[in-house]
């Protein structure tokens, strides 16, 4: 008998888990079983292929020749396999069922202000996909999606990488705040040489909002002085209300604070500097069902909240 006719589906889902984490322990966790099952999965798989598919040097695990050739077509019978699943789901009305969580990373502010509005609309409309979110700066997330951690990121600059299929989700306008006393609050036109005598409250090294207020001034040829690295939007937020400078942060993350007065937005020129937020991807892994679920979803909040903003002006 070929070995092939031996081999499971779920063998294959539980190898392409541990390939991408490379860890038993965090392949279970992800998976929702015990280590060792796991590994007891992947030795059934070694001895129906006669293969050695992973090797322990030291305290690292790590793929062989064949295990990485093998990962690469595990991936896309996998995929194939959830699709068939979900196209019998549809035929018969069903919802979506997934075998494994969705996997999201976002950028702090998307993550933070955006995205747990959306989640709760999406788990209302498909409430048997699991999805897990982290928020990080753009820098995290970005080594979250060569890590095989996530299957899609959000960020508001598309991540560097080889093989990456992005696309444009939302507008993210980056307005310059300050608090109300402040006294460049309702001039006109502020000009960006009168903006760079002030001192800056930002995020620290990796963040995409700072890397655009960044190359902002170095086109200008302007300096830009730091007086405080903060680690969250939120503990910007409340020094700048406390008069210790100035910042520059999403519109959107300012919305409630500007509505209530505790912060105001600088009439800058050049500003707001208009940036957008992306979902990206790596082509080399193939969808699962519930990804493209989630895909579809985003592109019809993209579609209505520029329909609404359209209307508003």
Known sequence: MH????VTIHQLRVFC???RLLSYTRAAEELGCKQPTVS??????????????LEQRGKHLTLTDEGRELYAHAQQV????DEAWQ??????GNVLVVSRPLRVAADTTV?????????????????NVALHLSVANRAAVRASLLAGEVDLVISGRPPEVDGLVAEPFLANPLVAIASPEHELVGQSQVSLPRLAEEVFLLREDGSGTRAALEEVFEIAGLPLKVGMVLGHVEAIKRAVAAKLGVSILS???VQREVQYHTLAILDVEQFPIQRRWYIARLAERPLTASANVFIDFLH????KSEQSRDVGQ
């Open 78 to 81: 996998v995929a194939a396999a």
């Open 300 to 303: 019809e909040y993209k579609q």
């Open 111 to 127: 993550g933070t202000y955006v995205m747990p509005r959306l989640l709760g609309a999406f788990h209302r409309r498909n409430p």
């Open 87 to 92: 196209a019998l789901a549809e035929q018969r």
């Open 251 to 253: 519109a959107l993350a």
């Open 3 to 6: 070995w092939s006719r031996l």
């Open 40 to 53: 007891a999965m992947v030795a059934e798989l070694e001895r129906a292929t006669q293969l050695t598919l």
């Open 17 to 19: 888990a541990v390939s």
